[in-house]
């Protein structure tokens, strides 16, 4: 039996309702508990703001294209070496740092959770293989189903049974969480050099159109009961006037599930741009952030721009091979045979910049306009729009007014006329970062009942103390102080176990990986369909049998079972 | 000036990799110690050479490195060095001179592969023959040397000058596939016979004094010169390089 008790911690939980109470916290085998002995371990939080672990509900770490950005840019893998030391491995890269880089930086600023944005079904071992060696946050998968023809077929027929036996039956065997859509339809476009610009343009080959997907997704998703909703990408990322495509895929769902949104649109600053060319783009935050505001039934991300290197990678194909044209410099490209694609191409964001600078305001307006912080989650995309390193800043510019007004004079100037950042007085509470950081994204991805993003009797004792006492600091005035205490926690803990403390490693323990197991009813087993059988064998370039993720990539799988209606 | 003798000792394990990129001349200015890598374990320079220091200066422009013994597995010698001398008695391995800024490096045998790789300055000699990379870019980078000048007595290996941005490359003998693959500027010079020679190259000047086997078809036949074929491409790329060709081997696609 192994004990901690937490004592004089500042809570804030906001799935429980605490509000910032200095409470004890006690803890037995890596749950929450009601009491524990007067023998153990006792950890003093000495007033510190103590929130449960961090959940990152979008960001890029483990996989094929993660690891195509460390291939192809020896500079980033010189920078940001660590030696082995204590407890923790040698690390290396800053922007796609290695699996350990990442989960240890990420440790260290409290997050003990981690779902990562893409994994394309053929390619799935390569990220449980590097799930497995990030030791120090539980993981999960979003699926690719953008491009993948058994979808489409089903699409096409308009039927959702048939939709969602092929979503249940991929998840299950890749071992996945959720369904992704990134450019439904234009990335298979992009395998026959074309893109579509919206989302009622038809699939070249196939009589379906974008929306078409994801609403038969979105259906499919709910049918099936899964945990998370469709997880999107719209199309048109980073297209001058794309806005517009953004507010129609808005429109689309209906709210369709009472414990959580039916769409989550994921870094939503790519798909706020308004004007009609990178002269004359301006932000249309305002007009998203409306529509947002009028649909509990979804949820949005961030996707925040911070200036500084970083390396851009997406299953979008086509947006990756525009930005090549821009560069010119290095440019992964990648097809998925029937299911997706991929693009990868480093970039440096730039202050002097204005396109660069609107992007950067853009995404701190649609965390200061959307009014529901559970409907707005902080992330950039990690490492889209800045390396997640970068979390804190964007922690103390949504808190700080005066920080950043600072920012803004930095900036290029066009971004103040251009967007409507400097007449935003907004500051984010620490409540509200609470919700944008973990018990938003707890709710978002349907994993309170696993005992993720709270602290509620049986939770996993997934904890962050962070060295700031909040009735004792003023966020708008000492949001250096506020980014520090974010940037290193006093101590993280994982399943009842002090992982990180003072930014070093502690120990690591034994992750999980949640997937989802969909239970189909035999009638709609699609291994017991000829026609789905015959055409995988025809025109996938491995078996059947072969594309099964064996149970030994997922050792400490959680296996999260779900039934249809 | 001053001299620095540093003598391999036996070795246990001397097919184990021995990082070295501290054995630049501005290091041994002063007398602070230095550390190698032996595969896993971390060594003092002393632990692993003999090193013998005479005379005394305080600018790096007036040292000699002489490295002796068996040096052939000894990596990153003179990375990133910006002035002084390193002269190899044997064999050097990998990545001897990486991002070398200035100075010179004399090898009187072999060198291991990546001989040079984006270096910027400076120059390097080789009396014998150099591995696969010399001159080339690293995996995964754009541009490989930029300036400064390589001198092979011997032969080279493959990827010769791969990404090769500025600066000069000359080999007296063979080289192996792929030399200037993805060239975009500088000189490469080989006297002997290459294969498959300047892949997708943009801009500078490729020489080839001996045969060209396997010659791509992408390259455009502009003229003669100094009794060599004047070859301009490739232009599967638009590229606007130059590719001078002493023989192209019969049966090749472009004759
Ligand atoms: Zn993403």
């Given at each position: 039996m192994h004990e901690i008790l937490i004592k004089n911690a500042f809570v804030i939980d906001p799935i429980q309702g605490i509000h910032g109470d200095i409470m004890d916290i006690s803890v037995r085998d890596g749950r929450i508990v009601d009491k524990v002995s007067g023998t153990c371990e006792v950890i003093d939080a000495g007033g510190n703001l103590t929130l449960p672990g961090g959940i990152d509900s979008h960001t890029h770490v483990c996989g094929t294209k993660v690891n195509f950005g460390r291939y192809m840019s020896p500079e980033d893998m010189r920078a940001g070496r660590t030696p082995r030391r204590g407890a923790m491995y040698h690390t290396s890269g800053y922007t796609v740092p290695t699996t350990y880089g990442n989960s240890y930086r990420y440790s260290k600023m409290g997050y003990t959770t981690l779902l990562e944005g893409a994994m394309a079904p053929m390619e799935a071992r390569h990220t449980h293989e590097e799930f497995a060696a990030t030791p120090m946050q539980d993981m999960l998968a979003n699926t690719l189903f953008d491009g993948n023809w058994n979808l489409f077929e089903a699409v096409g027929d308009k039927d959702i049974r048939q939709a969602a036996a092929v979503i249940g039956w991929t998840l299950s065997a890749v071992r996945g969480f959720g369904v992704k859509l990134t450019n439904p339809g234009g990335t298979e476009a992009w395998g026959f050099g074309d893109d579509l610009s919206s989302i009622d343009e038809t699939v070249p080959n196939w009589d379906i159109t974008p929306r078409d997907i994801i609403d038969t997704s979105i259906k499919a998703c709910e049918f099936l009961h899964l945990p998370h909703s469709v997880h999107l990408h719209c199309n048109n990322l980073g297209m001058p006037g794309n806005y517009r495509t953004t507010l129609q895929t808005l429109d689309i769902p209906s709210d369709l599930n009472p414990d959580r949104q039916t769409l989550y649109l994921t870094h939503v600053q790519f798909h706020s741009y308004g004007g009609s060319t990178w002269g004359d783009i301006s932000s249309e935050a305002e007009k998203v952030a409306s529509s947002v505001n009028t649909k509990p039934q979804v949820v949005i991300d961030m996707g925040q721009v911070m200036f500084g290197r970083t390396m851009t990678m997406t299953a979008d194909g086509p947006m990756e091979f525009r930005l090549y044209t821009l560069h010119h410099n290095k440019w992964s490209n990648h097809d998925v045979e029937l299911e997706t694609g991929s693009g990868v191409i480093p970039v440096y964001y730039s202050r002097k910049s204005p396109v660069n600078s609107i992007m950067w305001a853009i995404g701190l307006e649609l965390a200061l306009l959307v009014k529901n912080p559970w409907q707005c989650m902080l992330t950039t995309d990690n490492p889209n729009g800045a390396p997640f390193v970068k979390y804190p800043e964007i922690i103390g510019l949504l808190m700080s007014n005066l920080y950043r007004e600072k920012e803004l004079d930095q900036v290029h100037k066009l971004t103040t006329d251009r967007t409507s950042l400097g007449t935003i007085d907004r500051e984010l509470s620490f409540e509200d970062i609470a919700v944008m950081t973990r018990a938003g994204q707890a709710k978002a991805l349907g994993i309170i009942d696993q005992g993720k993003g709270h602290l509620k009797e049986?939770?996993?004792?997934d904890i962050a103390i962070y060295p700031v006492k909040p009735d004792q600091t003023d966020p708008s005035l000492q949001y250096e102080e506020v980014i520090g205490a974010f940037q290193q926690t006093l101590y993280t803990l994982k399943d009842g176990f002090v992982v990180n403390r003072d930014g070093e490693v502690i120990r690591g323990i034994p992750n999980r990986t949640f997937w989802v197991n969909a239970n189909l009813p035999d009638d709609m087993d699609v291994m017991k369909s000829p026609r789905f059988v015959e055409k995988f064998s025809r025109y996938y370039s491995v078996d059947l049998e072969n594309y099964m993720v064996q149970d030994d990539y997922v050792e400490r799988g959680i296996e999260m079972n779900t039934h249809v209606a | 000036m001053m001299q620095v003798t540093l003598t391999m000792k036996p070795r246990a394990k001397p097919f184990l990799p021995i990082e070295a990129e501290m054995i630049v001349p501005m290091n041994f200015i002063g007398s602070r110690e230095l550390f190698v890598w032996e595969g896993n374990k971390k060594r003092r320079l002393e632990d692993v050479f003999t090193v013998r220091k005479e005379g005394n200066v305080n600018s790096p422009e007036n040292i000699v490195v002489i490295l002796r013994g068996d040096t052939g597995r000894v990596k990153r010698v003179g990375e990133y060095m910006s002035s002084g001398i390193i002269t190899i008695e044997g064999d050097i391995g990998m990545h001897c001179g990486n991002f070398m800024r200035g100075g010179n490096i004399v090898i009187h045998g072999n060198a291991d592969g990546w001989l040079g790789r984006e270096m910027r300055a400076g120059s390097i000699l080789c009396h014998g023959n150099a591995g696969d990379y010399c001159g080339s870019g690293y995996r995964g980078e754009k541009r490989g040397m930029r300036g400064g000048k390589i001198e092979i007595m011997g032969d080279a290996g493959d990827y010769l000058g791969e990404y090769l941005t500025g600066g000069e490359i000359h080999v007296h003998g063979n080289a192996g596939m792929f030399a200037g693959a993805e060239m975009r500027g500088g000189t490469l010079k080989i006297d002997g016979d290459v294969r498959i020679p300047a892949a997708n190259m943009s801009k500078g000047t490729c020489i080839i004094g001996g045969v060209a086997h396997e010659m791509l078809p992408t390259f455009e036949k502009t003229g003669e010169k100094n009794g060599m074929v004047v070859f301009h491409g490739d232009v599967a790329n638009k590229g606007k390089g130059e590719l001078m060709i002493r023989q192209v081997q019969e049966n090749s696609a472009l004759q």
């Open positions: 049986g939770a996993l004792a | -």
